[in-house]
């Protein structure tokens, strides 16, 4: 077999793509937990969006010039 035979078969597709998931789950669940603890510490609602925003925002930036 050809080595990109095995790289874009179907089954590397779908161990890639569940992998993908568990992390955007895990990641989804952990900003769920974070949002609803900084209510109950009686953070205001709009400084956690600006939080979050500014923590994505430093998040994916860095990453673009890899692609």
């Not at 161990?15 to 510490?41: H, M, N, P």
Request: hydrophobic residues 55%; aromatic residues 8%; proline residues 3%.
């Amino acid at each position: 077999m050809h080595y990109l035979e095995i790289a874009n078969s179907d089954i590397v597709l779908i161990l890639c793509s569940s992998a993908i998931l568990v992390v955007v789950i895990q990641s989804l669940l952990f900003i769920r937990k974070a949002w609803k603890r900084g209510l109950e510490l009686g953070i205001d609602k709009k400084a956690m969006t600006k939080a979050m925003t500014n923590s994505a925002i430093f998040t994916i930036l860095p990453s673009l010039p890899v692609f």
